[in-house]
């Protein structure tokens, strides 16, 4: 199946990429303070998350566009769009959190990493999968190389992770020089109002993206501005194995269904549900029975006191349903009409509008500890993934395919 076919070879490199990344994190979690280790997870999200917005969804857009159309240049539009966004977002990014004098090269590195998003949905566009991947995610294979090769003879701290991040995105950017090569031998380029017609395309896909996303990182975003850098240092450390699984397999697939799906390529959805059911429940059962004891010995038992079987549990279904929801929302970008893509924005907006009230609520009801807001994340994400199977049947989005 040409599905699988593609999935394997997207996550072959980002397996790799994700155990470096995880790898790093438990050495810098092992050697950071864990002010400077919540520090560091909060500009994990930052990154994606800026990127996306700095992006307005032309990424997506460019491949919805172009699936169905002649291929033409565009980067004389996008390069500026890119740099004048990525100020914006610095911008924002450094009055909302405390950044000590770092925001030039956290600028740097939203700029370098949303190009490189950009080339990895162009190399997808071809059907490079396995070299999109590598775009997009072998900063993660560098940063852990530099991290225990830094780590080695020096220490780390804050300004040093941002600057080792800054050197990772730079060296897969390099693959900027084939795209600016093959665009040179196109004949045509996109006109301003084609332009504008990718962007407000995108527009959408940005904001359905962005807003689930918040859906996603939310308590990750909430706790180190409502607890603090330390809490938020906790509960990445309890939930980063679990979390990370879950998530890398669903990306994996995601990445590959939306270009299959926007090229009306046929999908055995029978076939894929079966082996990632299997998969879930296999991946489950192992962090029910030994996750507690993975975590322990993967931090060495530096967040044990703060483990409970309940906590690891929700955060467990917490990644279930982040998988799950994953899986339905590219189902839904790939196939669904542009009216579809509005409908669905409507249903993630009210989601969030509750969960973000219900979060802040219980939080000032009990501001001694974040862990009261873990039942409120599950809660959450039963609603999406339900409201999102709901949506579906109701409008057809799968039918046909199988």
């Known amino acids: 199946m040409k599905l699988f076919n593609h999935v394997s070879k997207t996550f072959f490199v980002m397996a790799f990429a994700m155990l470096c990344s995880f790898v790093a994190t438990l050495k810098l979690g092992e050697f950071l303070p864990t002010e400077d280790f919540g520090f560091f997870n909060l500009i994990k999200r930052i990154f994606p998350m800026g990127a996306a917005i700095i992006l307005l969804g032309l990424d997506k857009s460019y491949i919805k566009y172009f699936s169905d159309n002649v291929q033409l240049k565009i980067f004389k539009f996008i390069a500026p769009m890119i740099l004048v966004n990525s100020c914006a977002i610095t911008f924002l990014l450094g009055f909302l959190y405390t950044f000590n004098g770092y925001e030039l090269s956290i600028f740097l590195c939203l700029l370098i990493f949303s190009f490189t998003l950009f080339l990895s949905s162009y190399a997808r566009l071809r059907d490079e999968y396995g070299v999109a991947q590598l775009i997009q995610a072998g900063h993660k294979i560098i940063f852990f190389f530099l991290v225990f090769y830094i780590l080695s003879f020096f220490d780390i701290n804050s300004f040093g992770v941002i600057n080792i991040y800054l050197v990772s995105f730079l060296i897969p950017s390099i693959y900027i020089i084939k795209y600016i090569l093959d665009e040179s031998r196109l004949d045509s380029s996109v006109s301003f109002i084609q332009f504008k017609e990718l962007l407000s395309y995108g527009f959408l896909f940005f904001s359905v993206n962005i807003l689930n996303l918040m859906i996603i990182n939310m308590e990750g975003l909430f706790i180190p501005y409502y607890y603090g850098q330390e809490a938020n240092g906790v509960y990445s450390g309890l939930s980063f194995i679990y979390i990370t699984v879950f998530v890398m397999i669903g990306t994996s697939i995601g990445y590959v269904l939306f270009p299959m799906l926007s090229k ?8 894929l549900t079966v082996y990632t059911c299997t998969g879930i429940l296999f991946i489950f059962l192992l962090f029910i029975i030994f996750g507690s004891t993975i975590n322990s010995i993967a931090f060495k038992g530096k967040f044990d006191i703060y483990r409970t079987p ?22 839904i970008l790939g196939l669904g009409t542009k009216d579809d893509i509005i409908n669905y924005l409507k249903v993630i907006v009210t989601v969030l509008s509750i969960y973000l009230a219900v979060i802040i609520c219980v939080a000032n009801l009990n501001a001694e500890g974040f862990s009261s807001i873990i039942p409120i994340v599950v809660l959450a994400w039963v609603g999406k993934v339900l409201a999102t199977i709901i949506f579906i049947r109701k409008n057809k989005i799968i039918e046909g395919y199988h």
């Open 310 to 331: 309940e906590l690891d549990m929700m955060i467990i279904l917490i990644g279930v349903l982040q998988f799950i929801n994953g899986l339905l929302h590219w189902f």
């Open 264 to 271: 009306k390529e046929k999908i055995n959805i029978k076939k």
